[in-house]
């Protein structure tokens, strides 16, 4: 990945915000609040909570404004009236934001909603601060070679892609050995299969360490989220499956790490407060003030560490055997696991469901190279569907 230094270097900085209303949305806003001065708002999104963008607009001042969801508009629209702030709705509507002039754009959308906006920031060039891993799960090679066209610089806002980016060489690439991604294990590191098979949606979103919205806390509890950052390391530092491994570590404070040809082990450590990762991005190339609590490894006294369980979380194995299948094989993997949280979380499908239905649709669907947005969408849409199908064959 090129790092180069754009013109957005500039103070102030001016930024959008693609999915303002969400947990790292918040988290952004909070520290362009903290720092007044050195940031403009371009524009921000939301998906369908008027309210809380109507919000945020009138505290933040963008001046454009957009919404998912064209029902929200009206709300949306009169909760502005008067304020000289453009809105609009729908999904056009997010692209339109993500396409206007800004040195810096946070995509932090969840899901595969989030992929065509974010492309249209990286094609403008810039900074992208990406905290929206699946648009990378499903099209990884478009979006990597879109990076590479337009001059973009691509910034992890994931914790372990952040970690991993401030401690990797991309001058020499060659001396990298391995990606070790930290995970914390999620809600139900210790549970049996057969507790696993009662969690409830609230369990499941109640993550020990991280505070995330509800479909990444899902994605901890199966341990879909490590395999979906898998692909997105592989993407981001061009490094082959086989070269990233996976490490449990519970406290969440070693945030990942770099081994090298000659044995050393690069780390970055923090508290699990996402405000860091984004504050890296926010300021970058610089660093800038942020509120989080010291570490203190002294108090902290011990870290543990243990090896994955593929057998108690599947999803791991699934992610990567989709990874080594390429083509559409991690578009169909992401698309049916959406469908499938979204299935739990409404109470239809049980948690072992989840990874049993991104089991069979991978199998199901047959996988194909891909080299268009249109074609992603396509193989998106049509895992969606059969997904949608085999929890409706399920639960009818
Ligand atoms: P949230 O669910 O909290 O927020 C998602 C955001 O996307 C909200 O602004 C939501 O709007 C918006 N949105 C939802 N659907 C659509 C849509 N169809 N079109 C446009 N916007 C939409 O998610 P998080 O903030 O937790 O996560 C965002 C992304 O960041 C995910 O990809 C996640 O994996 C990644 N990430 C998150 C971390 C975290 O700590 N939360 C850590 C690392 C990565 P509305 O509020 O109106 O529904
Ligand atoms: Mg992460």
New binding site residues.
Partial sequence: MAVVLPDAVATPRSVTI????????R?TIDLIKRNPADFVVEAI?????AA??AEQALLLRPRFVA???KNAYPALKEALSGSGIEVAAG?GA?IAAAERPSNWVMA????A??LA?TLAAVRRGGIVAL????SLVCAGDLMMREVARSGATLLP???EHNAIYQVFDFERQDGVEELILTASGGPFRELTRDAMAAVTPEQAVAHPN???????SI?SATMM?KG?ELIEAHHLFAMPEERISILVHPQSVIHSLVRYRDGSVLAQLGQPD?RTPIAYTLAWPERMDVPVDRLDLAALARLEFATPDTVRFPALKLAREALRAGGTAPTVLNAANEVAVAGFLAGRIGFLDITNLVDHIVAELSHYAVDSLDMVLAADIEARVRAGEFIDSKTT
């Fill in positions: 693609l999915g303002a209303t969400g947990s790292v949305g988290n999104t939301g998906g369908s909570n809380l963008l919404i998912a969801d999904a997010i932090s959308i969840v899901g909603a989030g906006p905290a929206n891993k699946e806002v994931d914790s991280w505070d995330m919205g509800a479909k990444i994605d989220n979906l996402m």
